[in-house]
């Protein structure tokens, strides 16, 4: 049985916190999808001086306080990936890893840490290009895998995939120790292309290139457009109204994410908006 919420919130920065803090204060059940680290770009900012009430204060400090805040609310954080989010009319069905949630509504707060897709990302996704290892591992059993992960979170992904395909090739686009099995093979490469037919056939590397049966890309995030199918963007940027509503029904978006400026100031507000508007609009049904 899938865990039903009426508010599913992707992100952690200051608009994804926002809204998680307003749907709290609203009384809705809800679920927030991010990293216990809340944002990297607030821990690295050296200083903030434009948030209003925090003058002369560290990117580290605010992160505390917004930490701070957050717990004395009851906000839980869930450190999964959000791989895919499909519209359902009444419901959107969301695909975690391997499990799947349920909301009424979902407000998208991922900022603009998502890479462009590389050149055949697209036009192979379904045909043998994926984002979840986990989700789609069984179907590569006794086949060649290429997992290319922008983080350590790959290498779980990668050795369970190792237990079930032929062969794994692994392309991190990260240093470190990399903790993997002994049977899955280490490219220090950057992919370039996807080529096949009607399925993927190999990966182009600068310096190499594999066959391959299936590429599973592990990014830290996805643009919005490939994360929720149907959803309209303009300049890389998610559409909204002033209710931060965008075009599909029960799906807001608050942040970077809807465009400049990239402030926390703003981000924070129109994650009010955004909560709000999902209460107004799940209150309204």
């Not at 809705?28 to 927030?32: H, P, R």
């Not at 109204?241 to 509503?245: A, I, L, Q, T």
């Given at each position: 049985?899938?865990?039903?919420y009426?508010?599913?919130?992707i ?12 749907a709290?204060?609203?009384n ?5 999808f ?10 690295k ?9 925090f003058?002369?204060m ?7 306080a917004f ?5 004395s ?18 419901y959107?069905?969301?695909m975690?890893?391997?499990k799947?949630y ?23 996704l ?5 984002y979840c290892?986990?989700?789609?591992a069984?179907?590569?059993s006794?086949k060649?895998?290429?997992i290319?992960?922008?983080n350590?979170?790959?290498?779980r992904?990668?050795n369970?995939?190792?237990e079930?395909?032929k ?13 993997i ?26 310096s ?18 490939q994360?929720v199918?149907g959803?309209?963007?303009?300049d890389?940027?998610?559409m909204v ?5 965008t075009?599909?029904?029960?799906c ?13 100031i ?8 955004a ?7 799940l209150?309204?049904?």
């Open positions: 049985m899938q865990e039903r009426d508010i599913a919130i992100g952690t920065g200051p608009a994804g916190l926002s809204a998680a803090l307003n709290k204060i609203r809705k059940s809800f679920i927030l991010g990293s216990n680290n809340l944002s990297p770009k607030i821990a900012a050296p200083k903030i001086n434009n948030f209003l009430g003058p002369n560290s990117g580290k400090e605010m992160g505390m930490r701070e805040h957050i717990n609310m009851g906000i839980e954080i869930t450190e999964e990936r959000v791989n895919n989010i499909y519209s359902m009319g009444d959107f069905a969301l975690v890893n391997d799947m349920e909301a009424r509504a979902i407000i998208i707060a991922t900022g603009v840490e998502f890479s462009k897709p590389i050149k055949g990302e697209l036009e192979f379904g045909r043998g290009v994926g290892a986990t989700c789609d069984p179907l590569y006794g060649d895998v290429v290319v992960s922008s350590e979170e790959g290498e992904d990668a369970y995939v190792s079930l395909a062969r794994v090739y692994y392309v991190p686009l990260y240093n470190g120790e990399y903790r099995n002994s049977n899955i093979e280490v490219v220090k490469d950057r992919p370039m292309e996807i080529i096949g037919d009607d399925k993927v056939k190999k990966i182009l590397l600068k190499n290139k594999i066959d391959t049966d299936g590429v599973f890309l592990l990014k830290d995030a996805i643009s919005p457009s994360l199918p959803l309209l963007e303009i890389g940027h998610i109204d002033n209710h931060m509503r075009n599909l029904k029960g807001f978006a608050a942040g970077d994410c809807v465009g400049k400026p990239y402030q926390y703003k981000a924070a507000g129109e994650g009010n908006i909560s709000l508007s999902a209460v107004a609009y209150d309204g049904r």
